[in-house]
Nanobody
Framework: QVSLVESGGGLVQPGGSLRLSCAAYGNTFGIAEMGWHRQAPGKQRELVASITKDGVANIVDSVKGRFTISIDTAENTVYLQMDGLKPEDTSVYYC?????????????WGQGTQVTVSS
């Protein structure tokens, strides 16, 4: 079992920046990947960024060039640096981990942190 604690959300003006953090606790040895999805009101939850324990990062096109994901493997903590924020980035951001250590893949989710981009 893995628990995730997210922080760093808030209210920011367009063009501003935020840095999200997500720390994993518990049985973290099997974590293969960490990242974030986001879900805006009335919309489907969508992948934003992911990074493997080996440091291979994936950023979706809509945020590419503005968001950067990084990982501290020793602390099982992943970070999402968000620059050049736009109103369309307004969402609840959910951290996740992918655990491939067992018989089947298991995903765990953080509590979510609100990011609001508005003038």
């Amino acid at each position: 079992q893995v628990s995730l604690v997210e922080s760093g959300g808030g209210l920011v003006q367009p063009g501003g920046s935020l840095r999200l953090s997500c720390a994993a606790y518990g049985n973290t040895f099997g974590i293969a990947e960490m990242g974030w999805h986001r879900q805006a009101p009335g919309k489907q939850r969508e992948l934003v960024a992911s990074i493997t324990k080996d440091g291979v990062a994936n950023i979706v096109d809509s945020v590419k060039g503005r968001f950067t994901i990084s990982i501290d493997t020793a602390e099982n903590t992943v970070y999402l640096q968000m620059d050049g924020l736009k109103p369309e980035d307004t969402s609840v951001y959910y951290c996740y981990v992918e655990d491939d250590s067992g018989w089947y893949r298991k995903d765990y989710w953080g509590q979510g942190t609100q990011v609001t981009v508005s003038s």
